[in-house]
Structures are given as structure tokens and as C-alpha cells.
């Protein structure tokens, strides 16, 4: 990684030389990747603690296969990388959330959105009742 020299601004360029046809198809996955991180989004969602060891499963299977079939990263509070996942983009709407129910979900904004409906669907049941109902809206859906 290269920083710019003290003085100079910053320069989001990048430069790639080489063969033509390995050059575009870098291009192309620089391009891609550039575009999934300007997508990504990070909402929390109100989940019932009761409701936390069950959609995560034995071993985190559950967590694991939701996870690979919203193509999002879903933290539940207590996890290593909680901390790490950022603040939720809808924080105010959140703020009478107790701690122990805020789970973030993280990924392309779209993705987001329809990972939450489906927490919010699986885990009825669990604890007092309209608790999973919190409207965690993602802008655009």
C-alpha cells in the first residue's frame, strides 16, 4: 500500500500494466469489487435473545447456511466480530432496542433487505409477541 506524500493528495487511481488480456480481465474484477463495496450496507434488526441460539444452530450451521443463501454477514450481539461490523445505517430507529437484541445485518443493500424480512420471520415465536416486528427499512426497498 502506498500513501501519498505529505502535501499531496490522495489519489484513487489505479494503474495496471501487462498482458491485455489479463489486464481486462483484472480490470473487470477491481470494477466488480469497487461496486459491491459501494452497495454495502450495514442495518440492525431487533431479534429476541431467546430467538439468537436457534437461528444461529448448532456449531453456527444455521448461521452459516443463512448467511451463504442472502450472500449477507449477519452478527449477532456477543459474537468476536460485532464490534467490527459498523454502526447500522438506521441506528435512530433503533434506539429503544435493548443491546442484546440488535443484530446486524451486513451486505449488498438489497441482499439486506430481504435477509431481515426473513429474520424477522423466523424468529416469531420467540419472545413477546411483535417483538421481531421492529420496521428495520433499507432505503430503496
Given at each position: 500500500m502506498f500513501s501519498p506524500k505529505p502535501g499531496e493528495e490522495p489519489n484513487d487511481e489505479v494503474r495496471l500494466r501487462g498482458e491485455t488480456t489479463l489486464v481486462k480481465k483484472l480490470k473487470d474484477k477491481l470494477e466488480t469489487a469497487a461496486a459491491d463495496l459501494r452497495d454495502r450496507v450495514v442495518f440492525g434488526v431487533q431479534i429476541p435473545s431467546a430467538a439468537h441460539?436457534?437461528?444461529?444452530?448448532r456449531g453456527g450451521r444455521n448461521l452459516l447456511n443463512f448467511q451463504d443463501k442472502y450472500k449477507?454477514?449477519?452478527q449477532y450481539p456477543g459474537s468476536n466480530s460485532y464490534k467490527y461490523a459498523g454502526e447500522p445505517e438506521n441506528?435512530?430507529?433503533?434506539?429503544?432496542?435493548?443491546?442484546e437484541e440488535l443484530v446486524k445485518v451486513a451486505g449488498a443493500r438489497a441482499a439486506v433487505a430481504e435477509a431481515i424480512e426473513q429474520l424477522k420471520v423466523r424468529c416469531l415465536g420467540f419472545g413477546q409477541a411483535g417483538s421481531c416486528a421492529h420496521d428495520a427499512k433499507v432505503a430503496g426497498y
Open positions: 441460539s436457534s437461528l444461529i444452530g449477507v454477514q449477519v441506528t435512530e430507529e433503533l434506539s429503544d432496542v435493548p443491546p
